[in-house]
């Protein structure tokens, strides 16, 4: 299950997202693209915390990643338009235990939590595992598949990687399996995994181990020492498994970094006002930038 901090969070208002919105493999998608005269190193596709593909913070990131890879970066909206507001963001507000509680503070906090109640039911439902995989992997495999945009005509595959948050990481990780259904026939006739590589950033709907056991394709997890979905004992267990991979494999095929003192959804949604919270965002974002770049270039 998510967490409560899956639903909280910083609005960002600092950045204008420069990108543009359109329907792209039949779903509404954000898009962002390198600056004039840059050529792309490959498509990164973002599979988004809970907020869904409109969320500010998430195209700003977009953004980012498609200057400093340098890439294009689709933005889906797997959710069908299906995400909760982000008033959650405030209405499900994290209350510190070392607060001072009064019994009128408690009754506001109370009535706040139950207002979303009836919209975090519906994002549950409507949202669902079985309903949410065949739109993510109809979406990968369409992008897989078609010509590099940069080369048309030329019959040649587009490098592609996948950063996934809270929500989409559960999404991101599988991807990396060794499925038929994450494989695909590309331009040059020739059947590929979906992916060449993929980032996730504190990722929810993870099944520990299994999931992570399953892994196959490169990866690069970042996780804040005080997520509250993950705990200690799936994050030292997810990065065991995959140490022993990469032991397996005689080189560092995936990574794991923990960010002392982040909170889940610092990568995404952290308080740009507290210098901590926001330094571990941007090492993060620094961290998935340098993956893409690694296996772009290959």
Not at 39 to 47: N, Q, R, S
Not at 114 to 140: H, I, K, Y
Not at 162 to 185: Q, S
Request: glycine residues 8%; hydrophobic residues 35%.
């Amino acid at each position: 299950m998510a967490c409560a901090d899956c639903f909280t969070g910083t609005l960002r208002g600092d950045l204008t997202p420069s990108g543009h919105e359109t329907t792209i493999h039949s779903l509404p998608t954000y898009i962002a693209s390198p600056p004039d005269g840059i050529t792309p190193l490959g498509i990164v596709v973002i599979l988004s915390d809970a907020f869904g593909y409109q969320l500010l913070n998430t195209r700003v990131l977009a953004d980012a990643y498609a200057r400093r890879v340098p890439c294009t970066v689709y933005v889906p909206d797997f959710m069908a338009g299906h995400s909760p507001p982000t008033s959650f963001m405030t209405r499900s507000e994290y209350v510190p235990p070392e607060a001072d509680f009064f019994p009128v503070k408690m009754a506001k906090r109370a009535g706040r939590m139950l207002a979303t109640v009836p919209a975090l039911g519906s994002f549950l439902v409507r949202n669902r595992e079985s309903v949410v995989t065949p739109r993510v992997q109809a979406f990968m495999k369409a992008v897989r598949s078609s010509e590099d945009p940069e080369h048309p005509g030329e019959g040649k595959v587009p490098r592609v990687g996948i950063a996934g948050f809270c929500w989409g990481g559960g999404y991101t990780v599988r991807l990396t399996h060794d499925r038929e259904e994450n494989k695909v026939v590309c331009a040059d006739g020739v059947e590929r995994h979906v992916v060449d590589c993929a980032f996730t950033a504190h990722p929810t709907w993870v099944d520990i181990p299994a999931d992570v056991e399953a892994v196959m394709r490169p990866l690069s997890v970042a996780n804040g020492e005080d997520d509250k979905w993950m705990g200690t004992e799936k994050w030292e267990k997810l990065k065991g498994i995959l140490a022993r991979k990469n032991e397996e494999a005689g080189e560092e095929v995936h990574e794991s970094v923990e960010y002392k003192g982040a909170k889940h959804g610092f990568a995404v949604r952290g308080d740009r006002g507290d210098p901590l919270q926001r330094e571990r965002g941007e090492r993060s974002e620094d961290q998935a930038v340098e993956w893409f770049r690694r296996y772009f270039r290959v």
